[in-house]
Structures are given as C-alpha cells and as structure tokens.
C-alpha cells in the first residue's frame, strides 16, 4: 500500500489541532492519531520532527511573562482568558502546518521517501520522531479463509439452533472438535431469526446447517457424510467460493430484536406526572430519617387534579401503582392509604444502589409473567454456558461471556425482574425460576465486581450483589437461605433473612429441599458445575446433579480406614441433610455402584465410622 508524502503532512497538519487519540478505531488515519501524544506536563504541545525548523511565534505573540498572583481584591475575565488560549492555541497549530507544508515543498520527493518511510513488498513503514504509521497490505481473503487438512476454505459455516437441544449439541462439539470456525444463530436469543429459518428451510426445526448460502442440512445429513468418510471432499466442494451476502448473516451485537412485544404499563402516563409534581422530602418518622418520600394524601391531591376524580378514585390507583411496585411504603406497612402515610418510588428505595440489574431508571414496560421472564432466563443463559464453557460445565470462560451478544441481551432480560409479579408462580417454577437466578447473578457478579478472595470479600459478594425482582432486593445469600432454604440461618449468621413482616417470607419454599445444594453454583472449582433448569423437570435434573457431584468426587470411601470423606458443602448446612448416619444412608442413591456397595458394607456391619470434611477450594471455575 502506498501513502503519498502531502497525504502524511495533511494528517500530521489535521492532527496538530486535535491531538486526542480515538482508541476505538482501527483505521490508518487513527493509528496516526494514536500516536500523538502531549510530550510536556499537561501544556499538549507537539513536538515536530528533529530535522525540521523550530516553528517561529506567530506575530503578536511575544514571550508572556507570567501573570501576576490573584489575590482576594483581583479580579480575572474569565471567558477572556478561554478565548485568549484557543487564539493561542489554534495560532501555534497553524504555524506548525504551515512550516511542514513549506518543507514539503522543498523537499525532494525520493529524499522524502528515505527519510520518512521504508518500503518493502508487504509493508511500508513511515518515521517521523512521535509518529509512527505501519500499514500491512491484507490479502483480501485472507480473514475469510479456513484451514482443513491443509486445505484453505474460503467460504462460511452457519447453523441455526436452539438452547438445551442435544442435537445442536451435536453439531457444535462436531465443528469444534474438527477445528472448524462457524456462526451459530441461537433462535432463543435471536428469536426474529426464527423467520429467517422457515423461510430457508420450511420448518423451525434445528439443527440447519449452511454451507455458505447452501442447505446442507441437519444432524443425519452430517452423520451421513461424517459415517461415509467423506465430509472433507464435500465440505471443500461446497465452500470453494467466498461467501455472498445471500448466507445467512452472523448476529449483530447491540441490536435487541425481542421487544416488539413489549407495551408501556397502562399507569404510565399517571406515574410519570406523579414523578414530576409529588414533593420528594427526606422526613423525621419514628426517631429515623427517610429520605426521598412523600405522604399519601399528597399523591391523592395530585391525582385529583390531574384526573379531575374523586379521592376514592385516587386511593384505588395508590393501590395499583403499589400492587404494581412502582411505590411502597416506607416501612411495609400498607400497600396504600390516604392521609399522613409515607411511601416511596421504587427507584429512590435506599437498596436501589445495590441491585446491578437497574441501570437509572425503573423498567415501565407492562411486566411480563414471570414463567415467561423465567423461561428466556433458562433459554439465554443455557445458550451462553453452550457457547462459553467447556463440554462438562466445570470451566466457564468469564472473558468471553462478558464480551457476548448473549450477555449483553441477559443483562438487558434482567430488568424486565423489576417489578415482576412471583406470586403467580408454581411450586416448580418457583423453584427453577430462583435455581437459575442464582446461578446467573453468579455469572454477572464475576463478570461485574469480581471473583472475591478472602473470608471478607466472600461475604460481600454474596450479600451485597443483588437484584431488584418483584420490587424487592434479592442477595445471592438471601435467594439460597432466604427462599431455596426457607428462611434458615446462613452459615455463621445469627438472624434469619427475613423478618416477620417481610414481603418475601410468602414466596419461601413450604418444604426444604436439600438437593438444592448440588444445584447451585457459586463460581468455585469445589461447587456444583453451572446449570440452568425447566420448570418441568427440575425435580428430576436436582437429583441428576446431585449424583454427578457425589460421582465426581463428592464423596469418597476409605474402606480399610473405615474413613468417608464428604463434601464440605455437607458440613457447612448439616441441619438440612440430619444426623451422621442419615446422611450416608441419603448419600447411597446419589453413588455409583462400586462407591454404593462399600459405603453399604460399612453401615452393615456394624463398626464405627470415621467422616472427615474435604477442604473447599475458593478458587475460579475458569
């Protein structure tokens, strides 16, 4: 590639005005930019090439001595002295500019070319002291080329798939194992691309595989070709040419196509004149200082002469904005009432700064139900830990994830938990629905503040992340001892999660379930692996979990010891799995064969047995 020297000094003059670099770009004209910098403390002077002449004053701009020192009885023209800088400024710019292009002039055009650049077939390289520009002639194809067997491909693998199906699993571990690059297109993540598949293929069924624009088909024909030996020849013949824009295109990042369902919340338009004309005061109410509310009569008041209704009117909307959890009550109390009552906007709760799923402003969109908000929850992050983990779960690429098109649109689906209703949920939804809310705040609390380190850091993590869901904040400690675990104590805590009167004590789980515990993940190598459940058959994955943990190491026997060795997991919540022997006798449909029958011989016989607690390692799952 060749640059023309007055294209350099054109840059370098264009630069001398803006010497900020822009480092999102990577264009040659950027990389100039980048490399000018302010080489004095703070003056953003740039200095020109050693071999060229010292740029002269501008006229009228002699040496300035130094301002005298301000004192209380001096006064200075601000809005002078900004025009006097840029004056300054934009004249020195000039004068550099002008030096350089008279220079140019002069100089002789093979001169300039040894001065300033050296040349070879692939790479021309430009010097000047403080610039640096090296420009790489790129092989058209060069990105678009894929290597097999030797072989450069030139074309583009692309399959449409949905999360949790085995037979896209299939596909997936096929492309990676054979080294293959290819485009996967999610249809739980990008659910207009579902469409674009019908209309391709016919059907809605996944896997569809493409081969540039060409229909190769699903798992049996790649089963077919892969069985028969030939998948090379044919998958070279099919991607012989550069891929044209009739394939089907990769997904964009920061485009959301899934909110064309969505609709503003019918009180909208009412609560957005309540935000504007309440009068937001901090107040004095029972020896505490509540910040940010205002009194109930004041509301009605409002609506009266907004809405021109009566005041039972007004009190009957109180109630559906609070049955709505766009305000509550201060302290609990009440869901809404007239007169000297306080209440609060869902975004000025003092928990609001705590929960990383609000970002500024309260989510106005109708709410949607929450097994719908539960079911994309399961659907995007299933999608993420096929695309960022290994195989087996038990390694999870953070990075990566926390630079996906699927984790921006998570992060984007867990503010539609605002002010979901919970109360509408089953039992087993219940219990997924939290299951995987607790296992995904993992995710985006790594991602987010980072994997803690020490006994401190850990308690923070688990309590001070949270959400806000149903208008209420949730802990990653409060979502397992508070629900999951019906209100019991925390490890080494000394109080409950809720207290009586706390809205979140009717959503705890009627019945403890110690299987939860092999079902969450809290991004640690001695942890459950990550997973994420349907309502349908979460009993049923619980207990698969469970055995997986206790196969993979879990559990342990010494039969000559006479010596279990258990998870420390077990330790730590005993009172949820019983006495000693309760637990082993538990623990024995969660084995192996060979694990089960020694465990079994020592319970038989009668002997004492020895159950000693495995360390628990703290590290990442990365």
């Given at each position: 590639m060749k640059m023309e020297s007055a294209e350099i000094l054109n840059r370098?003059?264009?630069n001398a005005d803006n010497p900020s670099p822009d480092h999102n770009s990577n264009s040659n004209s950027d990389a100039v930019e980048d490399s000018i910098k302010s080489k004095s403390d703070g003056e953003g002077i740039i200095q020109p090439h050693s071999q060229l002449p010292k740029p002269e004053a501008p006229s009228g701009l002699s040496p300035v001595s130094p301002p005298p020192p301000v004192t209380e009885n001096s006064f200075l023209d601000m809005p002078t002295i900004g025009k006097f800088i840029r004056e300054r400024t934009n004249n020195f710019s000039a004068a550099i500019a002008k030096t350089l292009s008279s220079l140019k002039e002069n100089i002789d055009e093979d001169a300039w070319s040894e001065t300033v650049m050296i040349k070879s077939d692939e790479v021309t390289q430009f010097n000047i002291s403080g610039l640096k520009v090296v420009v790489k002639i790129k092989n058209e194809d060069e990105d678009e080329n894929i290597n097999i067997n030797g072989h450069d491909i030139k074309g583009r693998i692309s399959f449409f798939s949905r999360s949790n199906c085995r037979d896209s699993t299939a596909v997936r571990t096929f492309f990676r194992q054979k080294g293959l690059q290819f485009i996967e297109?999610?249809?739980d993540v990008y659910p207009k691309r579902e469409k674009e598949l019908i209309q391709r293929t016919g059907s809605s069924q996944v896997p569809q595989i493409f081969f540039n624009d060409k229909l190769f088909g699903g798992l049996v024909a790649l089963n077919s070709l892969r069985n028969s030996?030939?998948?090379?020849?044919?998958?070279?013949?099919?991607?012989v040419k550069k891929c044209s824009s009739a394939a089907p295109s990769p997904p964009v990042y920061g485009f959301d196509d899934d909110h064309d369902d969505e609709s503003m919340d019918d009180l909208l338009d009412i609560i957005r004149v309540l935000r504007q004309k309440l009068p937001i005061q901090d107040r004095l109410m029972k020896m505490k200082i509540v910040k940010n509310c205002f009194a109930g009569s004041e509301m009605v008041e409002v609506l009266l002469h907004h809405l021109d209704c009566g005041r039972r009117k007004g009190v009957e909307i109180g109630k559906q904005l609070s049955k709505k959890h766009l305000i509550h009550h201060v302290f609990g109390e009440n869901d809404f009432e007239d007169g000297n009552h306080f209440y609060r906007f869902l975004e000025h709760e003092p928990y609001i700064p705590k929960c990383y799923n609000f970002r500024g402003c309260t989510n106005d969109f109708e709410p949607k139900t929450a097994s719908l908000v539960g079911q994309r929850l399961d659907k995007i992050m299933s999608a993420i830990l096929e695309s960022y983990a290994s195989d087996d779960r038990c390694h999870v690429d953070y990075v990566a994830i926390s630079r996906s098109e699927e984790f921006r649109r998570y992060v984007n689906l867990a503010q539609d938990l605002h002010r979901v209703n919970l109360f509408t949920l089953s039992a087993d939804e219940k219990l997924a629905f939290f299951l995987n809310l607790y296992n995904a705040m993992v995710i985006h609390a790594i991602i987010r503040i980072g994997h803690p380190e020490g006994v401190i850091e850990r308690k923070s993590f688990f309590s001070d992340f949270q959400y806000v869901v149903g208008g209420y904040?949730?802990?990653?400690?409060?979502?397992?001892?508070?629900?999951?675990?019906?209100?019991?104590?925390g490890t080494y805590s000394l109080v409950k999660p809720f207290g009586s009167g706390d809205k979140r004590l009717e959503l705890t789980t009627q019945k403890m379930n110690p299987l939860i515990h092999f079902g969450l993940c809290n991004?640690?190598?001695s942890s459950p692996t990550v997973r994420f459940f349907t309502s349908q058959g979460v009993e049923a994955d619980l207990r698969f979990a469970t055995r997986e943990f206790f196969q993979r190491g879990g559990m342990e026997v010494n039969l000559d010891g006479r010596t279990i060795y258990l998870t420390r997991i077990i330790k730590w919540f005993k009172s949820d799995f019983g006495q000693d022997k309760e637990i082993l006798k538990w623990i024995i449909s969660y084995l192996d064969a060979t694990k089960?029958?020694?465990?079994?011989?020592?319970?038989s016989d009668g002997g004492p047995i020895n159950i000693v607690y495995q360390n628990y390692d703290w590290s990442m799952n990365s």
């Amino acid at each position: 590639m060749k640059m023309e020297s007055a294209e350099i000094l054109n840059r370098f003059s264009e630069n001398a005005d803006n010497p900020s670099p822009d480092h999102n770009s990577n264009s040659n004209s950027d990389a100039v930019e980048d490399s000018i910098k302010s080489k004095s403390d703070g003056e953003g002077i740039i200095q020109p090439h050693s071999q060229l002449p010292k740029p002269e004053a501008p006229s009228g701009l002699s040496p300035v001595s130094p301002p005298p020192p301000v004192t209380e009885n001096s006064f200075l023209d601000m809005p002078t002295i900004g025009k006097f800088i840029r004056e300054r400024t934009n004249n020195f710019s000039a004068a550099i500019a002008k030096t350089l292009s008279s220079l140019k002039e002069n100089i002789d055009e093979d001169a300039w070319s040894e001065t300033v650049m050296i040349k070879s077939d692939e790479v021309t390289q430009f010097n000047i002291s403080g610039l640096k520009v090296v420009v790489k002639i790129k092989n058209e194809d060069e990105d678009e080329n894929i290597n097999i067997n030797g072989h450069d491909i030139k074309g583009r693998i692309s399959f449409f798939s949905r999360s949790n199906c085995r037979d896209s699993t299939a596909v997936r571990t096929f492309f990676r194992q054979k080294g293959l690059q290819f485009i996967e297109i999610n249809i739980d993540v990008y659910p207009k691309r579902e469409k674009e598949l019908i209309q391709r293929t016919g059907s809605s069924q996944v896997p569809q595989i493409f081969f540039n624009d060409k229909l190769f088909g699903g798992l049996v024909a790649l089963n077919s070709l892969r069985n028969s030996g030939s998948f090379d020849h044919r998958f070279r013949e099919m991607l012989v040419k550069k891929c044209s824009s009739a394939a089907p295109s990769p997904p964009v990042y920061g485009f959301d196509d899934d909110h064309d369902d969505e609709s503003m919340d019918d009180l909208l338009d009412i609560i957005r004149v309540l935000r504007q004309k309440l009068p937001i005061q901090d107040r004095l109410m029972k020896m505490k200082i509540v910040k940010n509310c205002f009194a109930g009569s004041e509301m009605v008041e409002v609506l009266l002469h907004h809405l021109d209704c009566g005041r039972r009117k007004g009190v009957e909307i109180g109630k559906q904005l609070s049955k709505k959890h766009l305000i509550h009550h201060v302290f609990g109390e009440n869901d809404f009432e007239d007169g000297n009552h306080f209440y609060r906007f869902l975004e000025h709760e003092p928990y609001i700064p705590k929960c990383y799923n609000f970002r500024g402003c309260t989510n106005d969109f109708e709410p949607k139900t929450a097994s719908l908000v539960g079911q994309r929850l399961d659907k995007i992050m299933s999608a993420i830990l096929e695309s960022y983990a290994s195989d087996d779960r038990c390694h999870v690429d953070y990075v990566a994830i926390s630079r996906s098109e699927e984790f921006r649109r998570y992060v984007n689906l867990a503010q539609d938990l605002h002010r979901v209703n919970l109360f509408t949920l089953s039992a087993d939804e219940k219990l997924a629905f939290f299951l995987n809310l607790y296992n995904a705040m993992v995710i985006h609390a790594i991602i987010r503040i980072g994997h803690p380190e020490g006994v401190i850091e850990r308690k923070s993590f688990f309590s001070d992340f949270q959400y806000v869901v149903g208008g209420y904040p949730y802990s990653l400690s409060t979502i397992k001892n508070g629900i999951l675990r019906s209100n019991r104590r925390g490890t080494y805590s000394l109080v409950k999660p809720f207290g009586s009167g706390d809205k979140r004590l009717e959503l705890t789980t009627q019945k403890m379930n110690p299987l939860i515990h092999f079902g969450l993940c809290n991004g640690t190598k001695s942890s459950p692996t990550v997973r994420f459940f349907t309502s349908q058959g979460v009993e049923a994955d619980l207990r698969f979990a469970t055995r997986e943990f206790f196969q993979r190491g879990g559990m342990e026997v010494n039969l000559d010891g006479r010596t279990i060795y258990l998870t420390r997991i077990i330790k730590w919540f005993k009172s949820d799995f019983g006495q000693d022997k309760e637990i082993l006798k538990w623990i024995i449909s969660y084995l192996d064969a060979t694990k089960a029958g020694l465990l079994t011989h020592l319970l038989s016989d009668g002997g004492p047995i020895n159950i000693v607690y495995q360390n628990y390692d703290w590290s990442m799952n990365s």
